[in-house]
């Protein structure tokens, strides 16, 4: 087992270097063995100038037995999902084998982010980032989360820092602020249940069991917002603004229809249109060409 590494200390998060993208993604459907094997055979050579090819020389220096849990792992984190202790066998193997699952994320295209507050995700290159509706949504829910609580007396920190949030709460919130949940295009509270609080279940922010909703450590993303525009304004004055709130970067730019489409939490649009399969089964072809060439 590879020696444990800090969760990079010092910091809130580490991000790595971008990398070309690499449409590898079929690792999710691999299993560890079978991904070491299709692997190992690539000679340690010069790599060729290519952007759809994985540096040979990164599997000299991995090793991928040790990296037991890399299929669920990848598959959670592509999907725009939050690993936090919740995910305990998961975690602990991103933990322990940090740099190397970020080396081989990056060899990848993908960017790791460890934030020292327990939870890793993915995020797209940021230059080509762009605000899609789930950040959007759960951004304004957060905000209007922080002032709900805050008009009650409860302390917002306190609730969304592990505590939770009762489903039979949803209604009043609902009712108080629907000129604001209108900008998220929710209407019901079965459309909040659907668009929110479902995709916040998914993506890791929080967990759901009989009724109540409990916030896990991935909604530090959204409070660190939340806590910034307190800074320079009032947060319920930037709240009934026009302006737009800020909102985190997420591995997602959702189309409902989409989603109806296919039941995917996700529109993975933004890492092409190839099955997770045909991704790593090119990737390691034209590898395998190269070897063939040399």
Do not use: W
């Not at 975690?91 to 990848?108: E, M």
């Not at 709130?245 to 489409?261: A, C, F, G, H, R």
């Amino acid at each position: 087992m590879a020696k444990p590494t800090s969760c990079c200390t010092g910091s809130r998060g580490c991000r790595g270097t971008s990398a070309s993208p690499v449409n590898a993604s079929s690792v999710a459907n691999i299993s560890p063995g079978s991904t070491a094997s299709a692997c190992a055979p690539l000679p340690c050579s010069p790599q060729k100038t290519s952007s759809q090819s994985i540096p040979r020389a990164l599997f000299m220096h991995l090793d991928l037995s040790e990296m037991s849990q890399l299929a669920p792992i990848f598959r959670e984190l592509f999907k725009g999902y939050h690993i936090s202790r919740r995910d305990p066998e998961l975690y602990a193997q991103l933990s322990n084998c940090q740099d190397q699952y970020r080396a081989l994320f990056k060899a990848l295209g993908y960017e790791l982010i460890c934030d020292t507050r327990g939870f890793y995700y993915f995020v797209p290159e940021l230059a080509a980032a762009q605000v899609n509706k789930t950040a959007q949504r759960l951004a304004l829910f957060t905000f209007i989360l922080v002032e709900h609580l805050a008009d009650q007396g409860r302390d917002p920190m306190a609730v969304l820092d592990g505590g939770s949030l009762g489903r039979d709460e949803l209604p009043s919130m609902l009712e108080k602020y629907r000129d604001l949940f209108l900008q998220a295009e929710v209407q019901t509270q079965e459309e909040l249940e659907e668009k929110i609080m479902r995709r916040m279940t998914q993506l890791g922010f929080a967990s759901e069991e009989v009724g109540i909703y409990r916030f896990l450590p991935p909604m530090h993303r959204f409070l660190d917002v939340c806590l910034s525009v307190q800074q320079d304004r009032d947060l319920a004055a930037s709240l009934h603004s026009a302006l737009p709130l800020p909102t985190p970067v997420l591995i997602d730019d959702d189309s409902d229809e989409k989603l109806l489409e296919t039941d995917d939490p996700l529109d993975l649009a933004e890492f092409g249109e190839e099955t997770e399969e045909e991704a790593l089964a090119r990737a390691i072809a034209d590898e395998q060409r190269q070897e063939m060439d040399t």
